[in-house]
């Protein structure tokens, strides 16, 4: 659909009622993938003259801040959430959480996705996963590992690590990713699963090291780092994924006209390559994307939740 037919529409769905701009609230803080995409497409849709796209961060909770509020928000169109991987996370760790994150929304595009990777102190004394298993197999102690918090996905991700791998491991939550990986970095803590866009800077710095990707295949930026399937764990495979909502009961004219802006956005060479800088590639597609997307977290993360014995903050 070309691009002034696509505003048009979505214009003439929008009714007399719609505001001037379109708010967009990032379950997140600046400077995170879902803030960059957030900003990516903002910045576009000012370039094509659509209706101005203002990103507004609400972080805190997991989410669920910035979910609530849009999920209590008008279904005209003027109110998106941006979301990843958390949002479906969530749902296996807390049991009461203000909103239903299949009910209380409508998939509008599949984002993009990323990849999780096992990361390590340059100091650490494992240079390959098969050392690393074999350490936290032999430590009377176990060895500690960081995340962004409780429940988060790099928390539950390294848990399947541990059922799956039989480590002897313990948590140490932190409250944001930076602390984490800065923590990380300086050798306070042993190890941790990030998204290889937050801890690449400080790979090529030499101040961490790269054990293994979560991605079903090796990843372009790290050619010679095997994925956690080539070493003999191929249920250890768990991607990222970015993706925009709107609040139940938005009209589906609406939801397809932003669904054509945002795929002809991702679709965009510059937009393509600005991602893929920070780690990220571009998604789009169907809004059913989404929906499996979600789905898949929903079912995938309760077992691992009840045998790690994660309970909500």
């Known amino acids: 659909m070309p691009w002034a037919l696509s505003v048009l529409l979505w214009g003439a769905a929008l009714g007399a009622l719609a505001a001037p701009n379109v708010t967009v609230i990032v379950a997140a803080s600046p400077g995170t993938g879902l803030d960059i995409l957030a900003r990516t497409l903002s910045q576009q849709m000012a370039l094509k003259n659509g209706p101005a796209w203002v990103v507004d961060n609400k972080a805190g909770a997991s989410g669920n801040i910035a979910a609530e509020l849009v999920a209590r928000a008008k279904p005209d169109g003027n109110s998106l959430l941006v979301v990843g991987t958390t949002f479906g996370t969530n749902a296996a760790v807390n049991q009461a959480m203000p909103f239903d994150p299949v009910k209380d929304f409508v998939p509008v595009a599949m984002l993009g996705t990323g990849t999780q990777c096992l990361v390590v102190p340059q100091s650490f004394p494992a240079n390959t996963l098969a050392e690393f298993m074999a350490l936290a197999k032999s430590s009377a102690q176990g060895i500690n590992y960081a995340s962004p918090g409780n429940g988060t ?3 539950l991700a390294m848990e399947l690590f541990k059922l799956e791998a039989g480590l002897n491991m313990f948590h140490v939550p932190f409250k944001a990713a930076s602390g984490a990986v ?8 042993s190890a941790m699963i990030s998204p290889m866009h937050t801890v690449m800077p400080l790979v090529k710095a030499g101040k961490l090291k790269v054990l293994a990707v979560m991605s079903p295949e090796r990843v372009a930026a790290l050619p010679g780092v095997l994925t956690f399937k080539e070493q003999g764990l191929p249920k250890v495979q768990v991607d990222i994924w970015y993706g925009l909502l709107a609040p139940k009961g938005t009209p589906n004219a609406v939801i397809q006209a932003l669904n054509q802006d945002v795929n002809q956005i991702l679709k965009t060479p510059d937009v393509v390559a ?3 800088k920070q780690g990220i590639d571009a998604a789009g597609g169907p809004p059913a994307r989404m929906v499996d997307a979600l789905a898949a ?4 993360w309760p077992p691992v939740v009840k045998a790690a014995q994660i309970k909500a903050d």
């Open 153 to 155: 996905p790099q928390h």
């Open 182 to 189: 800065n923590d990380l970095a300086a050798g306070h803590v």
């Open 274 to 276: 600005q991602l893929a």
């Open 297 to 300: 977290e929903l079912k995938r």
